[in-house]
């Protein structure tokens, strides 16, 4: 099994930016493909980022050009840095991976961008 902690959301203006962090545990070595996903209030969740098991990023449209996905192996910790935040960026998010047909998914962490 695997728990992730999501952390670094907070209340920051149109414009600025924010680095969340999502910290795995447990069997951490059966992760390969992991990535950010949000769910804005009324709207589906959705994928923002990711890596996939080659070790690839990808990116939501939306998230191009102003997101940034990286990953610390030694700390088993994934990150978001978030540039340019947008008041439509606002939204709980989350980290997931998935492992052997199971998905994982942390508390998450709430992003709110006032305009």
């Known amino acids: 099994q695997v728990q992730l902690v999501e952390s670094g959301g907070g209340l920051v203006q149109a414009g600025g930016s924010l680095r969340l962090s999502c910290v795995a545990s447990g069997d951490t070595f059966s992760i390969n493909a992991i990535g950010w996903y949000r769910q804005a209030p009324g709207k589906q969740r959705e994928r923002v980022a990711g890596?996939?098991?080659?070790?690839?990023?990808n990116y939501a449209d939306s998230a191009k050009g102003r997101f940034t996905i990286s990953r610390d192996y030694a700390k088993n910790t994934i990150f978001l840095q978030m540039n340019s935040l947008k008041p439509e960026d606002t939204a709980i998010y989350y980290c997931s991976t998935n492992i052997r047909g199971r998905a994982y998914w942390g508390q998450g962490t709430q992003v709110t961008v006032s305009s």
């Open positions: 890596f996939s098991n080659g070790g690839f990023t």
